[in-house]
Nanobody, 122 residues
């Protein structure tokens, strides 16, 4: 059984940076995708970024391109989300997820972490 544990959220001012981490444990395969999603109050959960574990291929939501970077550390079974130039509209609970297909579709992800709060003050 796969488990995901996020960390690294917090409060930051506009223009600041945060790095989120997600440690994956349990049964693993080489062909899977790790993604980051976020959900603001009263809003639907939305895709942020994803990475194919074996190849390192990445995809990003248009709203974060050029500001956020997803990466992974194979030895640590950890995926990161480096967030720079943060804006108040980035405020949300950020979730790590694991799935099989690289892309933004929530339905492709079958394992989710508990979420970590990111708050960007103006």
């Amino acid at each position: 059984q796969v488990q995901l544990v996020e960390s690294g959220g917090g409060l930051v001012q506009t223009g600041g940076s945060l790095r989120l981490s997600c440690v994956r444990s349990g049964r693993t395969f080489s062909t899977y995708t790790m993604g980051w999603f976020r959900q603001a109050p009263g809003m639907a959960r939305e895709f942020v970024a994803a990475i194919r574990w074996s190849s390192g291929s990445t995809v990003y939501a248009d709203s974060v391109k050029g500001r956020f970077t997803i990466s992974r550390d194979n030895a640590k079974n950890t995926v990161y989300l480096q967030m720079n130039s943060l804006k108040p509209e980035d405020t949300a609970v950020y979730y790590c997820a694991s799935g099989g297909v690289l892309g933004p579709n929530l339905a492709n992800y079958n394992t989710w972490g508990q979420g970590t709060q990111v708050t960007v003050s103006s």
